[in-house]
Nanobody, 123 residues
């Protein structure tokens, strides 16, 4: 099992930056792909980015390509989401999740979820 715990959310102006962190506690965390999702008010939870622990392969949603970067620190069991050039439409609760099989972009493929961290981008 993996127990993701997110941190780093907050309030930022349009064009600003934030870095989210996700600590993946659990003895077998490297067996999982770690994904970031977000959910705005009244919206569906949507895929943002994902990374594999071993290969560091990454995948991004089109809406964040070129602005967000996902990375991992294997020694700290921590995944990061660096968010630059933030827009008001990036506002939402950001969740870190872990999967061991299935479509990287599908929330149903992820078995373990963190509690979420709020990101608010003011215009």
């Amino acid at each position: 099992q993996v127990h993701p715990v997110e941190s780093g959310g907050g309030l930022v102006q349009t064009g600003g930056s934030l870095r989210l962190s996700c600590v993946a506690s659990g003895r077998t965390f490297t067996a999982y792909t770690m994904g970031w999702f977000r959910q705005g008010v009244g919206k569906e939870r949507e895929f943002v980015a994902a990374i594999e622990w071993i290969s560091a392969a990454t995948l991004y949603a089109d809406s964040v390509k070129g602005r967000f970067t996902v990375s991992r620190d294997y020694t700290k069991a921590t995944v990061y989401l660096q968010m630059n050039s933030l827009k008001p439409e990036d506002t939402g609760v950001y969740y870190c999740a872990a999967r061991d099989r299935g479509d990287w972009t599908s929330k149903s493929a992820y078995d373990y979820w963190g509690q979420g961290t709020q990101v608010t981008v003011s215009s």
